[in-house]
Every structure is written in structure tokens, then in C-alpha cells.
């Protein structure tokens, strides 16, 4: 049940850069709508990043017919996910910003989750992604995600982070089109790093970490695993995550 009289409740905004994301917005919105956290602490902003097809206009119409959530629509000329998530998070009122994907789903319990974490003294976390679908093959590829991000420390993906933090770092590198999220979490980690030495800023004093939220998590569209028969674009799209890992091809834009 959604407690809307909590006013210690942290100000959280999602950033959803979408670009030609007509087909799967209205449900990301949904998503957010449906959180158990009081709406008036929640707010999303949406970056529509050039697209050609209606992907403005179903924000505009979401927002019109739920006016009990904030919901705000930009537009980003220069096309790129970097820039695109930069816009929104400089446009965004609250104090923590989660990214979200056009094409996915926030289970209800998330906002929830972020917030306990941020109460807690994290910063910044990475969140688990689950296939948005029943096949074994789908879900199994990013279970394996999750064992990189559990054993290994991997922190990537869709993730929340302090507003204050993410714009005194810069935000995304706006010339990286894959894996922005585990350049911009490494200069995370790394300035948690110094805080918790002794040195100034967010994070000071306080264990050197960037969390990983498992139990609470993001349903996302495996569709990118289903553009060449039989499931085999999961090998090259593991190729590509695994250069984008080591700093390799990160700047090509993000197409199979």
C-alpha cells in the first residue's frame, strides 16, 4: 500500500531517455506510477531524444491523464543516450535520480528500496535487471549480469545516484554511447574512494562502495537478444559488453 502522507519521504526522480520508444514508454511510466512511494515525492522526466515517431506525444498524454505524478517531457536534438540522460538529470528536482530505460519496468518496491539505501549512507547503487519475458535462454543471459555484479563488484546498467553527486562528476561522458554507466560508476566508486580517506565531498567518512539493490529490480525488454534467430545475437552482444568492460568500443553507437 502507497503511503502518500510521509514527508520525510526522499525526493526521487527517474530519468527515462527514450528515443523512437512508442511501443514501451506508456509501460515505463506505468511502472513508476505504480510504485509503493508517495507520488508527490516521485517525478519523471522523459528525454525525448530525437525521435521520428510518437514517443513525445504518449508522454504528454501519460502526464495529462495522471495528473497525481509529476511527469515532465524534454527534448534532446542531439541524438545519444549520454546526452539524452545528462539533459534529464539537470532538469530533474530531486535529490536522487534513477535511470531508467524506456523499454523496461520498475518492480513496485524500488523507489522504496532506493531510498532505504540513500538513508542508509549509500549514494549510488547499481540495480538488479531481470528479462522482461518467460524465456529461460532471455533470463539466463542477464542472471549472468547479476553474477558479474555479485561476485565480481560489476557495477552497470541502470542504477541511482545522489543528484548533487552525479552533476559534481560531470554525469555521463556524452562521447560514450555503450556502457556510460559503468565509465560514470567507476568515477564513483573512485571518488568514494578518496572521500572515505579523508578527502572533501559526498560520501566523506563513509564506506568506500557503490550498493547493488537485488531483491527490488528493473524488468527489461530482451529484445535486443531477439534480433538474429535462435537467440545468437546474445554472443555478440556479450562480445560487445565484454569490450565495453575493458574500455574497448565504447564510443560506437549501441546497434546490433
Not at 547499481?126 to 549480469?145: C, H
Not at 572533501?200 to 568506500?208: E, T
Request: proline letters at 3%.
Amino acid at each position: 500500500m502507497r503511503d502518500n502522507d510521509d514527508p520525510a519521504a526522499a525526493r526521487i526522480t527517474v530519468v527515462i531517455p527514450a528515443h523512437n520508444e512508442a511501443s514501451y514508454l506508456e509501460a515505463a511510466l506505468a511502472s513508476v506510477l505504480a510504485q509503493d512511494y508517495p507520488l508527490e515525492a516521485l517525478e519523471c522526466v522523459v528525454v525525448d531524444n530525437a525521435s521520428t515517431d510518437a514517443t513525445a506525444r504518449i508522454a504528454r498524454e501519460f502526464a495529462e491523464r495522471h495528473e497525481d505524478l509529476r511527469v515532465c517531457v524534454a527534448h534532446e536534438t542531439r541524438l545519444g543516450v549520454s546526452c539524452a540522460k545528462n539533459r534529464g538529470a539537470r532538469l530533474a528536482s530531486g535529490d536522487t535520480l534513477l535511470f531508467l530505460d524506456a523499454d523496461s519496468r520498475m518492480t513496485p518496491g524500488l523507489a522504496r528500496a532506493v531510498a532505504a539505501r540513500r538513508r542508509a549512507g549509500d549514494p549510488a547503487g547499481s540495480i538488479r535487471i531481470v528479462a522482461d519475458s518467460n524465456s529461460l535462454v532471455e533470463r539466463a543471459f542477464f542472471d549472468l549480469m547479476e553474477v558479474g555484479a555479485l561476485l565480481f563488484g560489476i557495477r552497470s546498467e541502470m542504477f541511482y545516484c545522489d543528484r548533487a553527486l552525479f552533476l559534481a562528476l560531470g554525469g555521463f561522458d556524452e562521447a560514450i554511447q555503450l556502457a556510460e554507466d559503468l565509465e560514470f560508476l567507476d568515477r564513483v566508486k573512485a571518488h568514494l574512494r578518496r572521500a572515505s580517506q579523508g578527502g572533501k565531498g559526498i560520501g566523506r567518512g563513509k564506506r568506500a562502495a557503490v550498493c547493488h539493490i537485488s531483491r527490488d529490480t528493473i524488468l527489461t525488454s530482451p529484445r535486443r537478444l531477439r534480433t538474429r534467430p535462435h537467440h545468437l545475437a546474445i554472443a555478440t552482444l556479450f562480445a560487445r559488453w565484454a569490450l565495453a568492460f575493458a574500455g574497448v568500443g565504447r564510443k560506437r553507437d549501441y546497434a546490433l
